[in-house]
């Protein structure tokens, strides 16, 4: 062999140590990426639901009228919690019935608390305008995905403990007699079904 040949032969023992070595760095990262794809899958999937006796997940939102409200501090012995949209039909229906109620049970320890998820800001205040609610009222993106709404409206009624008595997801007559005595009952000590 010639001298300076010697000099420009290449290694192939490092160069093969060093593929070993990026083959299983790339080989755990996509482990890593598959753990963290399967784990993001079950979350969207498995996203939390609050149903009936569930702990209410706490929040804290500045009603239109300034007042701060939190879960479970709400200033009351029942929280009425509403999720609605200005673009469902439902929602808007039962809107006089559901400020009705919060007028007439008011005095009585009951807040109701209905939080858009409007993004449309112009829509939520030209609803506000048009129908003047007698109940506490804010637009908000986060909290709804907290209880686990994705349909409107969802209705929870929430004790000064913080626990859910009754979940209804649907529209309510709000001066239904059954559901009237259903809160007249949790206010007077009885015992809740749900």
Known sequence: MRPGCRAVQFDYKVFRMTSIKIDRLLRLALGFLAVAFVYVIYAAIHERVV??????PEFTIQADNGRTVTVPN????LLVLNFWATWCPPCV???PSLSQFAAEYASKGVVVLAVS???????YQAFLHKFNPAFLTARDSQIHQDYGT????ETYFIDAKGKVLKKLAEPADWMNPQLTGWVDSVLSGGLPTT
Do not use: R
């Open 74 to 77: 709400f200033g009351g012995k």
């Open 150 to 153: 994705f349909m409107y409206p």
């Open 51 to 56: 149903v009936a006796g569930d702990t209410a």
């Open 117 to 123: 998820v409007d993004k449309d800001v112009k829509a």
């Open 93 to 95: 229906e039962e809107t």
